[in-house]
């Protein structure tokens, strides 16, 4: 989870690339696809003031709109997309059930909006499969990196953000560090490490500052330590660091 201000990471790339809305720019010679985005909120308004920030962005698409969740699998299942802005609370059905759909089925990337009062829905969304989430008072500036991020692969989590998430709900969470015994111990001690350090919201070059290593093999650790755990992405990674016992949430960042 790289840090950017306040909410989103955007990869070095997304800023030297040079694209159009309709695929009109060229680099290297070929065109480059806008981004896709489908917003589903139930205030048409919202849903304005998005599209409005949106569409002023040249590498960027808003594709469909939708009311809750139902219109947005309806809409999707005839609708190329890459990125759905999902709200949480809608009617009919909400965004985490909406979220579960659209990933099982190998969809777009979703990212979360919300107000901190529904942080426990977005806690429950990005285990159901969300790339990340974002307040809703985030400026359009970060919007829009999370979109780019989102898109590219990224999860987007604000440190800041998690932390108040897990601030508030770690004495839920059950304490299931003896069932994951046997994954936590399948890590090697530098992997274990890389995992807290990620889990406390550092980015790949703060971790390889703080190790001493470069953010080559800091990636190269994390891929390593998805895949033994069998985790979809930063996010599912940082949540299984905390419901493990790994990292305790106000704490140092070590298990106790």
């Not at 808003?62 to 949480?88: C, I």
């Not at 909406?98 to 942080?119: C, E, M, N, Q, Y």
């Not at 770690?170 to 299931?176: G, K, R, S, T």
Request: no cysteine.
């Amino acid at each position: 989870m790289t840090e950017v201000p306040d909410a989103a990471k955007v990869p070095d790339a997304a800023d030297s690339t040079d694209v159009a809305k309709g695929g009109d720019a060229v680099e290297g010679g070929d065109a480059v696809e806008p981004i896709r985005v489908v917003l589903v909120d139930d205030q048409e308004l919202v849903r304005a003031g998005f599209r409005m920030v949106l569409d002023a962005q040249p590498d960027i698409e808003v594709v469909g709109e939708a009311g809750d969740g139902v219109q947005a699998l309806e809409l999707l299942r005839g609708t190329r997309a890459d990125v759905v802005l999902m709200d949480v609370r809608m009617p009919r059905m909400d965004g985490i059930e909406a979220t579960r759909l659209v990933v099982a089925r190998s969809g777009p990337k979703v990212v979360i909006l919300t107000t901190f009062d529904l942080d426990e829905y977005a806690f429950a969304a990005i285990k159901a499969g969300a790339g990340g989430f974002l307040l809703k008072d985030a400026g359009p500036a970060q919007l829009i990196e999370a979109i780019k991020a989102v898109h590219s692969g990224d999860a987007v989590v604000a440190p800041s953000t998690t932390k108040r998430l897990l601030d508030r709900f770690a004495v839920h969470l059950p304490d299931v560090r003896e069932k994951a015994v046997g994954a936590v111990e399948s890590l090697t001690e530098r992997e274990g490490e890389v995992l807290r350090l990620v889990a406390r919201g550092m980015s790949n070059a703060e971790i390889a500052g703080r190790l001493f290593v470069s953010e080559a093999t800091v990636k190269t650790h994390m891929g390593r330590i998805l895949m033994k755990l069998g985790l979809r992405d930063r996010v599912q990674a940082v949540v299984f660091a905390y419901e493990t016992g790994l990292v305790r949430s106000g704490r140092s960042g070590s298990s106790p």
